[in-house]
């Protein structure tokens, strides 16, 4: 059974970073991407960035391209998103999915529980 377990969500300053954590258990990947996604108050699910397993080649959402980077550690089998120049916009819980690829949720089998960031201005 796949498990995706985020970590290192919490409450910074516009401007501070944090980097998020999400660790893949049940299951070694080796083709399709781990994404990340997020959800703010009252809006939609977001797509924020993948990483592909196999190459790791990663691809970012227009909003956060130039201050997030994400990055695996195959050995660990853990994905992580570092988050740089965080805005009060990027508020959200953010939900790492895998077993899948491409920039929409469905395309995803597998979801995290999810992690609360929240940016104060």
């Known amino acids: 059974q796949v498990q995706l377990v985020e970590s290192g969500g919490g409450l910074v300053q516009a401007g501070g970073s944090l980097t998020l954590s999400c660790a893949a258990s049940?299951?070694?990947?080796?083709?399709?991407?781990m994404a990340w996604f997020r959800q703010g108050p009252g809006k939609e699910r977001e797509f924020v960035a993948l990483?592909?397993?196999?190459?790791?080649?990663?691809y970012y959402g227009d909003s956060v391209k130039g201050r997030f980077a994400i990055f695996r550690d195959n050995a660990k089998n853990t994905v992580y998103l570092q988050m740089n120049s965080l805005k009060p916009e990027d508020t959200a819980v953010y939900y790492c999915?895998?077993?899948?690829?491409?920039?929409?949720?469905?395309?995803?089998?597998?979801w995290g529980q999810g992690t609360q960031v929240t940016v104060s201005s």
């Open positions: 990483i592909r397993w196999s190459s790791g080649n990663p």
């Open positions: 049940g299951r070694t990947f080796t083709s399709g991407s």
């Open positions: 999915a895998t077993g899948g690829s491409g920039t929409l949720r469905w395309e995803y089998n597998y």
